[in-house]
């Protein structure tokens, strides 16, 4: 077998977001000359890591340059070797020692190389299921009413459209096989118990979008309005997701998208340039693990705050759904597209900072997102097996 097609199969397994991680980190290629080797060979997977161990294997050759590589990717996927096995690429290192290759040792060869999947700790695996997909939205629109100050059409209509056409998109299954709309407390809550009861077997990960009016209560709690304006304790909600109600998603990432207020306070921008889209606020005014894990999720304002809908949509769901579409999943046009959750949620946090709209008298407000995250592990929305089928 040649160099060339040894170095094939020992990275074949690598995708592209690792490939190009373990350039940086482990064969200390510049980022510049990644760039310039992606740019000459567009999508071409293979082609890429082959140029680039060929930039950097120097003197090594054979089965020097073989087993070198070798160690690196068990470095990269399953930590540092300890040593136990010695090869001859060890021996013939030390004999000519040079740079930081000397005196390394070799990893195990053969059937059986470390996967990312397998071995490495720090990413969500899939294990052939798809993602569940829970949206609940409520209009506050009564077609009885000839006025219905509260209503989020028709903007909330948009944010169920792009939501729906994203989440499929991104290759998820909707909870029961569609969107729920206009629901009462006692239904939001249902469904959310519902979901909760979900096990390893049903999904990869869970998705809960609740789109709806928000604010704080009496107490100064954080609550969702169902449809005929119940409070449910946002904290109720999170609770049903922890570790000790949710036994059977344990190890499973829960992502949660919240667009509703979380106070009255006006994103107030702090100078004014030009006019936006007119808005309404979208609030009505007056082993043992831990407990919480594993959970990420984005609310449309900060704490205190409103949150912002037009009749276009609201600032978040649309740039979760241009973000996402565009970064969420590997296509054949472009291979070096999928992101992890949280990158995309900063490059949505980047991407509604940009924006900005006017409410009565021509206060311009600036929205920002925020999201915590609770994750110990990489989480992303498509299997990495997309990307192996285009090399």
Request: hydrophobic share 35%.
């Amino acid at each position: 077998m040649s160099d060339a097609s040894k170095v094939y199969e020992i990275t074949e397994k690598f995708n592209i977001e690792d490939w190009k991680q373990f350039a940086r980190t482990k064969l200390e290629v510049a980022d510049t000359t990644i760039e310039g080797i992606e740019n000459k060979y567009k999508n071409q997977l293979k082609e890429i890591k082959y140029q680039t161990v060929c930039h950097w294997q120097g003197k090594l050759k054979g089965f020097e340059l073989c087993e070198e590589l070798k160690r690196l990717k068990h470095e990269y996927f399953c930590g540092s070797y300890s040593g136990q096995v010695v090869s001859s690429v060890q021996q013939h290192v030390e004999e000519e020692p040079s740079g930081d290759k000397a005196g390394a040792a070799a990893g195990p060869t053969g059937e059986g190389e470390p996967t990312r999947e397998t071995y490495e700790p720090d990413v969500y695996p899939f294990n052939g299921k798809k993602g569940r997909v829970l949206i609940i939205n409520n209009s506050f629109f009564d077609k009885n009413r000839k006025k219905n100050p509260h209503s989020r059409k028709p903007g909330c209509d948009a944010d169920v459209k792009n939501m729906e056409e994203l989440w499929k998109y991104l290759d998820c299954e909707l909870h029961q096989g569609k969107s729920h709309e206009d629901l009462s407390d006692s239904e939001m809550l249902n469904l959310l118990k519902n979901v909760a009861q979900l096990t390893k077997n049903d999904c990869a990960f869970v998705v809960v979008i609740i789109m709806t009016h928000g604010g704080l209560d009496q107490d100064g709690n954080e609550v969702v309005y169902g449809n005929g304006f119940e409070n449910i304790l946002k904290k109720d909600i999170d609770s049903m997701f922890q570790n000790d109600y949710a036994k059977c998603l344990h190890d499973i990432p829960k992502f949660f998208i919240y667009q509703c207020c979380r106070g009255s306070e006006d994103m107030k921008a702090i100078s004014r340039t030009e006019k936006g889209p007119q808005l309404k606020r979208e609030t009505i005014v007056s082993e043992t693990i831990p407990i919480i894990c594993d959970i990420v999720s984005i609310h449309a304002a900060p704490a205190d705050h409103v949150a912002y809908i037009s009749e276009n949509g609201s600032f978040l769901i649309e740039a979760i759904y241009n973000i996402f579409r565009a970064h969420g999943k590997a296509v054949a046009e472009n291979a070096f597209v999928r992101k992890n959750v949280v990158d995309m949620l900063s490059m949505v946090n980047t991407e509604i900072w940009k924006m900005f709209g006017t409410l009565e008298k021509d206060v311009l407000i600036r929205p920002m997102s925020v999201f915590v995250s609770s994750l110990g592990k990489t989480f992303y929305l498509t299997d990495d097996t997309e990307v192996k089928h285009m090399t």
